[in-house]
């Protein structure tokens, strides 16, 4: 055992009147083999007492250890009623324990909160999403009027800032869509033609995949990759420059940030995207071109004019107009949770979620929207 340890001293004794007499002496450190509350409390259970108090009169070093005896002792006089007396410790030590007990502990802190009813959580959600749905048109509305002063040539904007935007969600981005619509191309090809073979109609798998591709696959599931990858990141970005007081800055010179950040990367995906959907109607047209001509059997000319025969130019341009509307939705969702981030640490994480989120559900739902109205309309 330390010199230090040796040195700590506790000391227990009976006063008249019912005080009991605690003595500390020597260095309390806590690095120390310091004496512990037993001796304390053998004595207050013995009975007869109505006040504690201390003797520090050979007290010399002390740390958080002799605070943490001193609190188990005033714990231990809460417990059995008795008084305890802080006037003969030292000044520091005094105002060290007035402080602990300034704020006591809340007696219901471990409880569970009182269940929210049902209809107040309903009600909440319908509160929440008419704010959300009345930022979106106004964030919506700030943009339509900053693409009409870039009209007329009144907008605070560089092209060069959306150029590089083209080219992070452009060309970066063929990697994941070549992979993703290759599959998915496969996977078209490969269950419909394993259907389409019992009633002799292989053949027809080429209609399927050109049809389904173009109207459809490839423009929802080239959404869906850009909105995980190119919203986050704009959520992100812009969700860091809030946190970062950068867009308070633009504000401050009077640069307005929906001219100089947010319109520039909503006109990037306007025109990337439907680059996209072409590049994805391809490649998912090869993805079922590699199955049918290996795993079934079909001529790669037949195969080829199949394809060419199904897929109309109303359909094409339908895949292409929708792939535009993606990504007016992805950039607005990404960049309107961008700026609605919050200024603390979890804030950006919280606001990337909330984007990809959001703008995930938006195209799955208008796209159902789309596919009733061109039914409706015989497209």
Known sequence: MSDEAKNAQLTVRRKSGGVLLV???????????????????????AGGLTALEFDASALQRWNSGLMTFLLQCCDLCAKNGMEFRLQTLPPGIIKLIQLAQAVPEKKDAAHHAVPVPLLERVGESALHLQTDGRNMLTFLGENVLAFGKLLRGRAQFRWADSLLVMQECGPQALGIVVLINFLIGMIIAFVG????????????????????TVREMGCLMTGIIICGRTGGAFAAQLGTMKVNQEIEAFQTFGISPVEFLVLPRVLALIVMMPLLCIFADLISIAGGFFVSTTMMHISPGIYLHRTVAAVHLGGFLLGLGKGGFFGVVI??????????????????GLATTSAVVTGITTIISSDGLFAVLCNALHI
Request: glycine share 16%; net charge neutral; hydrophobic share 50%.
């Open 23 to 45: 003595g500390v002496g020597g260095d309390w450190l806590t690095r120390s083999g310091l004496p512990g509350i037993a001796p304390v409390a053998t004595e207050v259970a």
């Open 193 to 212: 033609a394993t259907q389409l073979k019992n009633f002799g109609a292989s053949i027809y798998v080429a209609d399927l995949v050109g049809i389904a």
């Open 331 to 348: 950039a607005l969702t990404g960049c309107l949770r961008g700026m609605q981030c919050g200024t603390n640490a979890a804030a950006v």
